[in-house]
């Protein structure tokens, strides 16, 4: 089992400000999904990253998928009380079945 | 279609008694998951179905727990002789494939305490 990391566990901030949120491992992966999940209900998918250094944005979120494809970035811009929840990055490995397996998430919180 | 369903949302019991979850896939999505989550952690992997077939179990699935998927539609999860540390979201997700990086789509899960 891959060590994932995601950083930072907690962040509360002011509405307006940017952030960003860190997927790490020591593992290549074949592909990384970024989710949301807002309080009392599943994850939702955001992004799907493929291309080592891939950038794709959705509306004031930039996602990127790092060169060596083992660790990606999530950057909101200006983020607003709706972008509050649990960010969660679950990464894909070359081999064996697939099964979405999480990181522990960055719970973000967007104070108005 | 709706999405994934999950019954019930939430559900007090007793220690050491039995409780069953019910997860309807979306519809025709071949793949079943179960996941539990707990507070400040992303889900953890329980077991998946590909169709009716039960193809992998995690070492987080204690011989009191057991999962079935009849017919290849809906889904049951029953926990025996419950524990307060079985105390938990627990989330069902469905996906049209096995491919990597298919979305997983998630039910809202249900709130199980355990007193």
């Known amino acids: 089992t891959q060590l994932l990391e995601q950083s930072p566990q907690f962040l509360s901030i002011q509405e307006g400000e940017n952030l960003t949120v860190y997927c790490n491992s020591s593992?290549?992966?074949?592909?990384l999904q970024w989710y949301r999940q807002e309080p009392g209900e599943g994850p939702v998918l955001l992004v799907t990253v493929v291309t080592g250094g891939e950038v794709k944005k959705l509306k004031r979120l930039t996602f990127q998928f790092g060169d060596a494809r083992k660790d990606s970035s999530l950057h909101i811009t200006a983020a607003q009380p709706g972008d509050t929840g649990l960010y969660l990055c679950a990464p894909s490995l070359s081999g064996g079945s697939y099964i979405p397996t999480f990181g522990r998430g960055t719970s973000l919180i967007v104070h108005p | 279609d709706t999405g994934v369903s999950q019954n019930p949302r939430h559900k007090i019991t007793k220690r050491g008694q039995n409780v069953t979850f019910r997860c309807d896939p979306i519809s025709e999505h071949n793949r079943l998951y179960w996941y539990r989550q707990t507070l400040g952690q992303g889900p953890e992997f329980l077991t998946y179905f590909q169709n009716e077939a039960q193809l992998e179990k995690s070492r987080l699935l204690s011989d009191r727990f057991s999962a079935e998927r009849p017919k290849g539609s809906f889904s049951t999860l029953e926990i025996q002789r419950t524990e307060q540390g079985d105390s938990a979201m627990y989330l069902c997700a469905s996906s049209a494939t096995g491919y990597r990086g298919t979305e997983a789509f998630f039910g809202q899960g249900t709130r199980l305490t355990v007193v």
């Open positions: 593992s290549v992966f074949s592909s």
